[in-house]
């Protein structure tokens, strides 16, 4: 059965800290994997995409890395800031199409 | 580009009554999908559409839940009866040809509670 597990569940750190997320999945054949912000009330947004091929990726402050040898995906978040306060959902899709979410972790960042 | 329309934004209903959530994708996108996110959960697929046929929709409770995507643009998706753990964020997605390579844009959601 293809999953995802996130951690931690949840998290808090003080602004201008870093912070890395964890994504270990079990998607099998293995396409790509995504991670998403999902801001209190609102719906998931695209952070990054990584393929088989592709070790890391950056979207400003986050850095997305990706073993597929391990099936672990990481974010990290440099230099937090109060709007980065999220959940953050790993989705890994598999070659016939099926995406499985994580159930994300939440993170704090308090001033 | 406009981004994905829902509403309402939210609902209060007691349980046994009927609901109903509408979606408006991206002008342009193929594939429409409605997820259900449970308050500390990821959002779980409960139907797919391409166009105005439907892809998937194995974990869609058919007793009570029903969808249909008209013309192949808005979509509605109905709950009835609606019971207490019916109780989630709504989310609806569209895709221009399919979330494998393109991704998911998100609607805000509509956040259904059943008292």
């Known amino acids: 059965k293809n999953q995802v597990e996130q951690s931690p569940q949840s998290l808090i750190i003080l602004e201008g800290k870093n912070c890395t997320l964890q994504?270990?999945?079990?998607?099998?054949?293995?396409?790509?994997l995504r991670w998403y912000k999902q801001d209190t009330g609102r719906g998931p947004v695209s952070l990054t995409i990584m393929t088989f091929s592709e070790n890391t990726k950056s979207n400003g402050r986050y850095t997305a890395t990706l073993d597929a040898d391990t099936k672990q995906s990481s974010l990290h978040i440099t230099a937090s800031q109060l709007s980065d306060s999220a959940s953050y959902i790993c989705?890994?899709?598999?070659?016939?199409?099926?995406?499985?979410f994580g159930d994300g972790t939440t993170l704090t960042v308090k001033p | 580009e406009a981004g994905v329309a829902q509403s309402p934004r939210y609902k209060i209903i007691e349980k046994r009554q009927s609901v109903a959530f509408w979606c408006n994708p991206i002008s342009g996108h193929a594939t429409l999908y409605w997820y259900q996110q449970i308050l500390g959960q990821g959002p779980k697929l409960l139907i797919q559409?391409?166009?105005?046929?439907?892809?998937?929709d194995s974990q869609l409770p058919k007793d009570r839940f029903s969808a249909e995507r008209l013309k192949g643009v808005d979509s509605t998706l109905k709950i009835q009866p609606a019971k207490l753990e019916d109780s989630a964020v709504y989310l609806c997605?569209?895709?221009?040809?399919?979330?494998?390579?393109?991704?998911?844009?998100f609607g805000s959601g509509t956040r259904l509670t059943v008292v």
């Open positions: 994504c270990n999945y079990t998607v099998s054949p293995f396409s790509n």
């Open positions: 997605a569209s895709s221009h040809g399919g979330a494998l390579h393109y991704g998911y844009t």
């Open positions: 559409f391409q166009n105005n046929g439907v892809v998937d």
């Open positions: 989705v890994v899709s598999a070659v016939e199409g099926k995406s499985t």
